[in-house]
């Protein structure tokens, strides 16, 4: 696996690991917890050094995962996970960026996850209600303190990031990130070249769409989120095969995966960039891995480059509500 920096001289692997999916989010959660384990272990060995998650995820239940399988491992891998939100009967009622709930949460994910200190802690939507310079701030204290080593951002505005970065140097920023979701190239992109700090895609395969075993027909399990989101509608999903079908074209072409050539063509957007897909098989992390070694021409990434904008993409990445929470 080859390794990549973000900001701050944050050293991790090419492809990362989203782990929301083991916990949440994509129907029936897997009834093994001991398959989950051993996936997350297995990326180890496998060369993945950088996992996500958060408090939310669950709440609460996705760190306790993290942390029981990285505990061996812990001097091998970089582990972040996020604040932000405000967790009552086991879910999430809104935003809360308060300083004095930024380290709560701190010493409890700490605790679920098993360290001494948090790699990288990200706010996980920004709080209108707290000024970004306070939440920076308190994470600033929080580094302080030795119990958080990098500070980042999710799904962040330009003005945002670099409001916070005068405060505290921000190591990453989060944002959803594909070949069908290019909204963080007009500023947030070049924000982050310009401070030198590294950027995370998540969703990278487009929720499952890029990889090529979504389409028209498929019919989502109870509880899987793609059922809430427009770009996910039956009607939507049909016009968006034309693009799928093309990265499949050039996959065959290629020897290579659908999903493959989504990760290299996000690989080759900046050096700076790490994806981290998210999957419950082993297979898949062998999958997603590979894709550092599939090369693209400069032809073939223009095309892609071009892919979304020719062909179109049809519906919005969230429903009404969660497009409200980005961009700020």
Same mark, same amino acid.
Not at 249 to 270: E, F, S, V
């Given at each position: 696996?080859?390794?990549?920096?973000?900001?701050?001289?944050?050293?991790?692997?090419?492809?990362?690991?989203? /782990?929301?999916?083991?916990?949440?989010? @994509?129907?029936?959660?897997?009834?093994?917890?001991? #398959?989950?384990?051993?996936?997350?272990?297995?990326?180890?060995?496998?060369?993945?050094?950088?996992?996500?998650?958060?408090?939310?995820?669950? =709440? @609460?239940? !996705?760190?306790?995962?993290?942390?029981?399988?990285?505990?061996?491992?812990?001097?091998?891998?970089?582990?972040?996970?996020?604040?932000?939100?405000?967790?009552?009967?086991?879910?999430?009622?809104?935003?809360?960026?308060?300083?004095?709930?930024?380290?709560?949460?701190?010493?409890?994910? $700490?605790?679920?996850?098993?360290?001494?200190v948090?790699?990288?802690?990200?706010?996980?939507?920004?709080?209108?209600?707290?000024? &970004?310079?306070?939440?920076?701030?308190?994470?600033?204290?929080?580094?302080?303190?030795?119990?958080?080593?990098?500070?980042? $951002?999710?799904?962040?505005?330009?003005?945002t990031?670099?409001?916070?970065?005068?405060?505290?140097?921000?190591?990453?920023?989060?944002?959803? @990130?594909?070949?069908?979701?290019?909204?963080?190239?007009?500023?947030?992109?070049?924000t982050?070249?310009?401070?030198?700090?590294?950027?995370?895609?998540f969703?990278? $395969?487009?929720?499952?769409?890029?990889?090529?075993?979504?389409?028209?027909?498929?019919?989502?399990?109870?509880?899987?989120?793609?059922?809430? &989101? =427009?770009?996910?509608?039956a #009607?939507?999903? !049909?016009? !968006?095969q034309?693009?799928?079908?093309?990265?499949t074209?050039?996959?065959?072409?290629?020897?290579?995966?659908?999903?493959?050539?989504? $990760?290299?063509?996000?690989?080759?957007?900046?050096p700076w960039?790490?994806?981290?897909?998210?999957?419950?098989?082993?297979?898949?992390?062998?999958?997603?891995?590979? /894709?550092?070694?599939?090369?693209?021409?400069? #032809?073939?990434?223009?095309?892609?480059?071009?892919?979304?904008t020719?062909i179109?993409?049809?519906?919005?990445? @969230? !429903?009404?509500?969660?497009?409200?929470?980005?961009?700020?």
């Open positions: 696996m080859h390794v990549r920096t973000l900001g701050q001289d944050l050293r991790v692997s090419a492809i990362g690991l989203g /782990a929301m999916g083991m916990s949440q989010s @994509y129907g029936p959660n897997p009834g093994n917890r001991d #398959d989950m384990i051993g996936v997350l272990r297995g990326a180890v060995e496998r060369g993945v050094t950088f996992f996500d998650t958060a408090e939310v995820y669950g =709440p @609460y239940v !996705n760190e306790e995962l993290v942390g029981e399988a990285l505990e061996p491992l812990r001097d091998q891998v970089v582990i972040a996970t996020k604040f932000g939100w405000r967790i009552e009967e086991g879910r999430s009622v809104g935003l809360d960026s308060r300083p004095e709930q930024i380290k709560r949460v701190a010493d409890a994910c $700490l605790s679920r996850l098993r360290i001494d948090i790699d990288l802690f990200y706010q996980h939507r920004v709080d209108p209600e707290v000024p &970004i310079e306070d939440v920076a701030g308190a994470v600033a204290e929080l580094v302080q303190a030795g119990k958080v080593r990098h500070f980042g $951002l999710s799904e962040a505005g330009a003005a990031i670099r409001r916070a970065h005068a405060v505290h140097p921000v190591t990453a920023v989060q944002s959803e @990130y594909s070949l069908w979701t290019r909204d963080p190239e007009p500023e947030v992109l070049p982050c070249g310009e401070l030198g700090i590294g950027f995370v895609p969703s990278p $395969l487009g929720k499952g769409f890029l990889t090529g075993t979504v389409s028209s027909s498929t019919e989502f399990a109870a509880g899987d989120i793609r059922a809430t &989101i =427009p770009r996910f509608t #009607d939507n999903r !049909n016009a !968006n034309a693009l799928v079908e093309h990265v074209d050039l996959a065959r072409a290629k020897d290579a995966t659908p999903g493959q050539i989504a $990760l290299a063509w996000l690989l080759a957007q900046r960039i790490v994806p981290i897909p998210g999957t419950r098989r082993l297979e898949r992390v062998e999958e997603n891995a590979a /894709a550092t070694h599939v090369p693209l021409s400069a #032809d073939e990434l223009a095309d892609l480059d071009e892919l979304a020719r179109g993409v049809e519906g919005n990445r @969230y !429903n009404e509500q969660g497009m409200s929470l980005v961009g700020r």
